[in-house]
T-cell receptor
């Protein structure tokens, strides 16, 4: 089975840095994804990790430790438009994704 | 990346009616597509895997006779919610697996459609 945990809500200030954690316990592992989702819209891809370490892409970075079953998404220089839900998703085998419940991030002025 | 469309984007229907949702892969052929459902303030839950030329594979707890899936061609999958009830009101999203990135950095990704908001009265 799958167990993917992430905080329900977070609040951060515009211009700051925020780290959203995700822990997982899965029967297999074939990659971890982070998606951003605004209310009423489909998720949009942010990052992908399959090997341990940090992947950096502009203001967004994602880290993975497979031995610890742990990942985080780091958002730098927060902007108001970053207020959204952030979904951690694990792919075990095949192509289907198993999603965590999402972290609702509120960026305040 | 792939472009995926869904139709309709919103639908309101009466209880007991059936609703068909289409998912199209616009720029490449897909032998597999996925259907997810998302209730308010919940995450996406995989409902079923749609397979072209064969039966869909349903996740545990999803009624295959209620949620009919037809993968009619390599670019089209349809989800029909039969005898819809208010508890079926949800956001239904399809996705198409594909390859993203370039060369050795390429990886398997999922490209999501824009979703269909179903409201059953």
């Amino acid at each position: 089975g799958q167990n993917i945990d992430q905080p329900t809500e977070m609040t951060a200030t515009e211009g700051a840095i925020v780290q959203i954690n995700c822990t997982y316990q899965t029967s297999g592992f074939n990659g971890l994804f982070w998606y951003q989702q605004h209310a009423g819209e489909a998720p949009t891809f942010l990052s992908y990790n399959v090997l341990d370490g940090l992947e950096e892409k502009g203001r967004f970075s994602s880290f993975l430790s497979r031995s610890k079953g742990y990942s985080y998404l780091l958002l730098k220089e927060l902007q108001m438009k970053d207020s959204a839900s952030y979904l951690c998703a694990v792919r075990n085998s095949g192509y289907a994704l198993n999603f965590g419940k999402g972290t609702s991030l509120l960026v305040t002025p | 990346g792939a472009v995926v469309s869904q139709h309709p984007s919103r639908v309101i229907c009466k209880s007991g009616t059936s609703v068909k949702i289409e998912c199209r892969s616009l720029d490449f052929q897909a032998t597999t597509m996925f259907w997810y459902r998302q209730f308010p303030k919940q995450s996406l839950m995989l409902m079923a895997t749609s397979n072209e030329g064969s039966k869909a594979t349903y996740e545990q707890g999803v009624e295959k006779d209620k949620f009919l899936i037809n993968h009619a061609s390599l670019t089209l999958s349809t989800l029909t919610v039969t005898s819809a009830h208010p508890e079926d009101s949800s956001f239904y999203i399809c996705s198409v697996p594909g390859l993203a990135g370039v060369g050795p950095s390429s990886y398997n990704e999922q490209f999501f459609g824009p979703g269909t908001r179903l409201t059953v009265l």
